[in-house]
């Protein structure tokens, strides 16, 4: 048999097979609907706006198991998937907050309050502030990639991760949005809306993106067999309410998600004391 000549190796090196695209179109898409939330958002189509980044959520989590299903990762891919998830959980949900908050182009709330030239400013740098603390919670998750973990780690991420921070900081939105469709509790709606609960929201779930807070991880999460059952009759119950009311089941789960960062430090540090317990001296420890 014939050995390949030179030329036919840098041939065949030049192409690359279709599949191999396929990651990177989802991952396009999922950036076009981030962009295209922040357009409707500046039109004062909120809940398309939320819709869109919905969109974006779903293709984000798509991207990297096709991938892999279609062997086709790449360090281009890589490099996309982060500057999407800059866009889509970063300045969209930071666009929608300030354009939510500020009652859209002709910054009117939806109870009829005009928003003062001074809030629309202190909105738009806690949205800022908000977006870089996504990005760099980004940039160091690529960099960490790279570092060698402790075990006990294995079950934490290192600060909230940004699908989570874009689903925290939009749940005011969410169930606001869900209750003035309906008509209900108005009042409460509005305190949502209320410039003041997106600024601390903004301030608040930005820097724990940008904090080295543990955060639970549900990718090596395990249940006991004897839990089994009861887990999966709240699942079944949490695929009811998010069929019979999916806006106010997300808005009411992004609150609870929040609940679940003090939890997870104690998790942490019972964990982090248990592995130190079982591979440290008693000396290191101690101390």
């Not at 300045?91 to 002709?106: K, Q």
């Not at 009117?108 to 502030?129: K, N």
């Not at 067999?225 to 019979?244: D, G, I, N």
């Amino acid at each position: 048999m014939e050995e390949p000549t030179l030329d036919e190796s840098l041939g065949e090196q030049q192409q690359v097979p279709l599949r191999a695209i396929v990651p990177n179109l989802v991952t396009s898409f999922a950036a076009c609907a981030g962009i295209t939330s922040i357009s409707l958002s500046s039109e004062g189509r909120f809940a398309h706006a939320l819709v869109a980044i919905l969109i974006a959520c779903v293709c984000d989590g798509m991207d990297g198991r096709v991938a892999r299903l279609l062997n086709a990762s790449s360090k281009l891919g890589a490099e996309l998937d982060s500057l999407a998830d800059f866009v889509n959980f970063g300045v969209a949900p930071a666009m929608f907050m300030y354009f939510w908050m500020t009652g859209g182009p002709d910054h009117l709330l939806a109870d009829g309050t005009v928003v003062a030239s001074p809030y629309i400013r202190i909105v738009l740098g806690c949205s800022l502030y908000y977006a870089m603390c996504d990005c760099f919670r980004l940039a160091r998750f690529n960099t960490m990639l790279e570092q060698p973990a402790l075990p006990y780690w294995k079950h934490f991420f290192t600060g909230v991760p940004a699908p989570g921070g874009c689903w925290m900081v939009l749940s005011p939105a969410i169930l606001s949005l869900a209750l003035d469709a309906k008509g209900t509790a108005p009042v409460l709606a509005t305190v949502l809306q209320n410039p003041w609960t997106g600024i601390f929201m903004l301030l608040f779930v930005g820097t724990l993106m940008a904090s080295r807070l543990p955060t639970i991880s549900l990718k090596a999460l395990h249940i006991k067999r004897k839990f089994l059952l009861p887990v999966m009759a709240c699942l079944l119950l949490l695929v009811a309410l998010l069929v019979s009311n999916f806006w106010m089941t997300i808005g009411v789960l992004g609150l609870l998600y929040i609940l679940t960062v003090p939890v997870t430090c104690w998790l942490f540090v019972r964990t982090r004391a248990s592995w130190e317990k079982a591979n440290l001296p008693p000396c290191q420890t101690a101390a």
